[in-house]
């Protein structure tokens, strides 16, 4: 009832947002852990950042693919 399966889901743009965002994330979590080490501080001090601009990826990029398959068919 709650989750009811969306025949009109484009399960190539899901990915394609799921692997831009884990990249988006692994890449700043990293980014920040190196300058944790050589600053002894953070380069983004709020994990919330991170994750709503992860979010906000995840979502522009599914519309932007989504936007680009379309078009191709």
Avoid: R, Y
Avoid at 15 to 39: K, Y
């Amino acid at each position: 009832m709650f989750f009811k399966k969306n025949s009109k889901i484009n399960e190539k743009s899901i990915n394609v947002a799921f692997q831009s965002t884990f990249i988006f994330w692994g890449v700043t979590l990293f980014i920040n852990g190196l300058f944790e080490m050589a600053q002894d501080k953070p380069l983004i001090s709020n994990s919330f950042i991170i994750l709503f601009v992860g979010l906000a990826i995840f979502f522009l990029t599914e519309k932007v693919a989504n936007h680009f398959n379309k078009n191709i068919k």
